[in-house]
């Protein structure tokens, strides 16, 4: 094991040798491969290619190296391509701490029980008088930026839940086909998080019609991984007490490492009081812990 695989619980370095085609032995091989494909892009700035930020992208690619390479490509074409959305890329931003209040997203603090974050999204809590759909899409890869340094994740990945009770047909109408494809092509072509599952809960039939129109731009994959489920699971959650709709993402504290990466990648610094999480919300539980409580939820 390297000091690149240090994170890892015993159980996840197997995981990711198995499903991921991960290799200690070659790991510094591999993200140099990726590496050297920066110099055919020169019309990308590509503000960090320190190993540990390649590495995630390896892992979201099954240590393909082309397939990493071009998502560590989109990655940072999408954020020149979108300057606006990455202006104010803090939790302090007025749109994007609303939407983090609001829940999007929300999380559960225990995993699923193959080791996945749980996140969680209540479709009706979007207040339209407050916040955008982008200053939502903002929060999500805000928390998405903030979860994918824990190598934990990089490996197990998530799993998406979105309940559309209530969700009305006025709000369904601000998602704007142009809008949806911003979001696709944020979180499935230009972010390196593996996600396990989308799963949608009590959507009305407008919601299943616009999903007909967004279906030709997601990947096969992704297609295989949508599900629709009963109202059950949306209660589940609803109820769970482990739920925490706030500011989760906010989490601390920073390593000193962390805090040089974010400096490069020229985002702004959340410091330790603007938490209001509980610091252990990522992580796991104990065997104990883990052996007295039923699964919240049953997943893929």
């Known amino acids: 094991m390297t000091h690149l695989q240090a994170g890892l619980s015993p159980e996840t370095l197997e995981k990711a040798r198995l499903e991921l085609n991960e290799n200690p032995d070659t790991l510094h091989q591999d993200i140099q491969e990726v590496r050297d494909m920066v110099i055919t892009r020169p019309d990308i700035g590509f503000l960090r ?64 029980h193959y080791g996945r974050k749980i996140l969680v999204l209540f479709a009706a809590n979007w207040d339209q008088s407050r916040y955008t759909l982008v200053d939502i899409l903002r929060a999500i890869l805000l928390s998405l930026e903030a979860m994918i340094e824990d190598p934990e994740l990089q490996v197990n990945g998530f799993v998406l839940i979105i309940d559309w009770s209530n969700f009305t047909f006025k709000q369904a109408s601000k998602l704007t086909p142009s809008m949806l494809r911003l ?17 949608f809960v009590n959507q009305p039939w407008y919601i299943h019609a616009l999903y007909t129109v967004i279906r030709p731009f997601l990947k096969e994959k992704t ?27 906010l989490f601390s504290p920073f390593s000193k490492n962390r805090e040089q990466n974010l400096r490069k990648f020229s985002l702004p610094m959340i410091t330790q009081s603007q938490s209001v999480v509980d610091p252990t919300v990522l992580k796991r539980m104990d065997k104990n812990e883990e052996e007295n409580m039923q699964p919240l939820l049953s997943l893929d």
């Open 183 to 199: 979001a696709i092509e944020g979180l499935q072509d230009s972010f390196p998080a593996r996600f396990g599952g989308i799963h």
């Open 223 to 249: 297609r295989k991984r949508v599900f629709n489920l009963c109202g059950v699971c949306g209660c589940i959650v609803a109820s769970d007490p482990h739920y925490n709709c706030m500011m989760w993402v």
């Open 49 to 112: 290619t320190d190993d540990a930020f390649i590495l995630r992208f390896l892992r979201a690619r099954k240590f393909h190296h082309f397939e990493a390479f071009r998502l560590l490509a989109q990655y940072f074409e999408y954020r020149q391509q979108n300057l606006d959305m990455f202006k104010s890329f803090k939790a302090t931003d007025p749109g994007i701490k609303q939407a983090l209040k609001d829940g999007f997203p929300g999380g559960l603090a225990n995993l699923d």
